[in-house]
């Protein structure tokens, strides 16, 4: 690889904290590399619904109705999509109730509060400047 390629691979790595890629081409963790395991979990964590349902849940636990109803636009196969995902990535706790008729409630995990601590502002500063972006197209 020419040294130039390196450097600005170096770059990007130092950016976001990546140890940087080796120069002898052996794979190291790098959200810049196509094949980084951190490529699928920035997948589901900034989809436009992953992004939604964690910011929902970050003050209190919902129901799974409470979601739906909460989230506008989104639909049932989409927010039980998003929550098996958010689910198998360790971010939301699913608690099912053994009662009739059931009751799951749907809260973050320790990560996903703290995932949840990072998006807050991301969607604060969106909404805030969504009109001139949109506006000024």
């Not at 140890?19 to 989809?47: I, Q, Y």
């Not at 109803?69 to 098996?84: F, N, Y």
């Amino acid at each position: 690889m020419p040294p130039a390629e390196l450097a600005v691979r170096d770059r990007l790595a130092r950016l976001v904290g990546d140890p940087a890629p080796t120069s002898d081409g052996a794979t190291a963790p790098n959200v810049f590399a196509a094949g980084c395991a951190s490529r699928v979990v920035l997948d589901h964590v900034s989809s436009k619904w992953g992004v939604l349902v964690i910011v929902a849940l970050a003050e209190t636990s919902l129901r799974w109705g409470e979601l739906r109803r909460g989230i506008e636009g989104i639909s049932e196969k989409m927010l039980a999509q998003t929550l098996r995902i958010l689910e198998a990535d360790g971010l939301v706790h699913r608690a099912a109730q053994p009662t009739i008729p059931p009751r799951v409630d749907y809260s973050l995990t320790e990560r996903g509060q703290e995932l949840a601590g990072h998006l807050i502002p991301l969607v604060r500063w969106v909404g805030s400047n969504a009109g001139d972006i949109m506006g000024g197209r």
